[in-house]
DNA sequence: AGCCAGGCCCTCC
DNA sequence: GGAGGGCCTGGC
């Protein structure tokens, strides 16, 4: 099935820009889990082609599409961003990069899992959770599983967890999904609430801290403000904004002190301005100078 | 061998 | 509020 779209959109890019870890590509075709469904996906001319299982296609094509935030003006966001040469270098190095809206409860177990971890790592991690605890599907001869929902992830034990390789994050991931599986968290809620309120709610699950719980608001629950200060941002700053970095007692920024420069500086759309950063940065490597 | 990976948490100042 | 250290695990 086609989702029609023909404005600034890369598909590869997107997935792959370590916003989702579900994602698998051959060639120009992307394979992932989302809405409980394999889909298999690749960007044309005329849209976004995809396939899905179980569901039918005319079920997943809404989904998908709000999934891939198609609806974002894409061109008008980076323009409210473009605020200086240096983002300016960022967006025009990867057109078409968007910010995900994807499921809140993986999206949160994703990231704790993200914890002084990598890339790599996380995807394991994550794929074992679903293999392990999450319903088998398949679409041809693919064979992946759905994400656990927080009651079944909050009847699994800490021990099960470390043994699929999570080490610390086990108690974290554990503790999270009793909460969230109880009712004492509603995820999705905090689409509702302003951002100050649902940065509060997050950081009090376990191994949800500033970084984990920006990510989530960003990524998951529609606080495009949002601005989560990792590794790869702290050095992408540093770098390209030194001038801002420094505090007026000449001690350099802390992280907790780089997010609200960032959102200020950056202004509504900082969340989608810190994608093009991390990515930008992340690509050039761990001791890469610009260029 | 030692450091690092998309941090969080706890302790101490 | 801010600095420092520990933490599972795997790769280079």
Request: overall charge negative; hydrophobic content about 40%.
């Amino acid at each position: 099935m086609l989702i029609p779209f023909t404005g600034p959109f890369d598909l590869i890019t997107t997935l792959e820009s370590g916003q989702a870890f579900r994602w698998r590509r051959e060639e120009e075709w992307l394979t992932g889990v989302v809405f409980d469904n394999i889909i298999r996906t690749r960007r044309t001319a005329e849209g976004v082609e995809f396939e899905c299982a179980p569901d039918d296609e005319t079920a997943i094509a809404p989904l998908f599409r709000d999934y891939l935030r198609l609806d974002d003006d894409l061109e008008a966001i980076c323009d409210r961003i473009r605020v200086d040469d240096r983002i300016g270098a960022a967006l025009r190095r990867y057109p078409g990069l968007r910010v995900l809206r994807q499921e809140p409860w993986e999206c949160l177990i994703s990231f704790i899992c993200s914890a002084n971890n990598n890339v790599k790592r996380i995807s394991v991690n994550v794929e074992d959770i679903a293999d392990g605890f999450g319903r088998p599907l398949a679409l041809r001869e693919c064979r992946r599983s759905a994400f656990p929902s927080p009651a079944e992830l909050a009847q699994v034990e800490e021990g099960e967890l470390r043994e699929l390789g999570l080490g610390f994050r086990a108690k974290y991931v554990a503790g999270a999904a009793r909460i969230v599986a109880a009712g004492d968290l509603d995820l999705f809620a905090l689409r509702e609430a302003d951002y100050d309120e649902a940065l509060a709610a997050l950081t009090t699950l376990p191994g949800v801290g500033d970084k984990v719980a920006n990510c989530v608001l960003l990524m998951s629950l529609d606080k495009r403000e949002a601005f989560p200060v990792d590794v790869w941002i702290d050095r992408a700053l540093r770098e390209w904004y030194p001038e801002h970095m420094v505090r007026v007692d000449g001690k350099p920024l802390t992280r907790a002190a780089m997010r609200p420069w960032a959102q200020a500086y950056f202004g509504e759309f900082a969340g989608y301005a810190n994608q093009y950063l991390f990515q930008g940065r992340r690509l050039l490597g761990r001791r890469g100078d610009q260029s």
